[in-house]
Nanobody, 125 residues
Framework: VQLQASGGGLVQAGGSLRLSCAAS????????LGWFHQGPGKEREFVAA????????YYGDSVKGRFTISRDNAKNTVYLQMSSLKDEDTAVYSC???????????????????WGRGTLVTVSS
């Protein structure tokens, strides 16, 4: 599985941005997909995930109500719509894929076996 994230950039606080992650795999619909971010001097943190079926979504506490994850299996792509962006959202955002489900697993970076190169999001105040 190869993953490629895109859509990062510079945005003002309060603004919106949509990230995309395209996957090169024939069985995209079998994978749960997640977004993680790592800010300057910080550890990698869970942002959002969608189960393989798309029926379940999960969010980190810091982004609930502001970010929305979605997937388009026809395009082998997962999206992260980010709104009401804050300074603390500044980070490198990476997408990942796993054969996993359930909140105990899908929110952990260690559950993911496939990672794409990150895309930088910078929020300016």
């Amino acid at each position: 599985v190869q993953l490629q994230a895109s859509g990062g950039g510079l945005v003002q606080a309060g603004g919106s941005l949509r990230l995309s992650c395209a996957a090169s795999v024939h069985t995209f619909s079998m994978y749960s997909l997640g977004w993680f971010h790592q800010g300057p001097g910080k550890e990698r943190e869970f942002v959002a995930a969608t189960s393989w079926s798309g029926g379940n979504t999960y969010y980190g506490d810091s982004v609930k109500g502001r970010f929305t994850i979605s997937r388009d299996n026809a395009k082998n792509t997962v999206y992260l719509q980010m709104s009401s962006l804050k300074d603390e959202d500044t980070a490198v955002y990476s997408c990942a894929a796993c054969i996993c489900d359930g909140s105990d697993y899908i929110t952990r970076s260690s559950s993911y076996g496939y990672w794409g190169r990150g895309t930088l999001v910078t929020v300016s105040s």
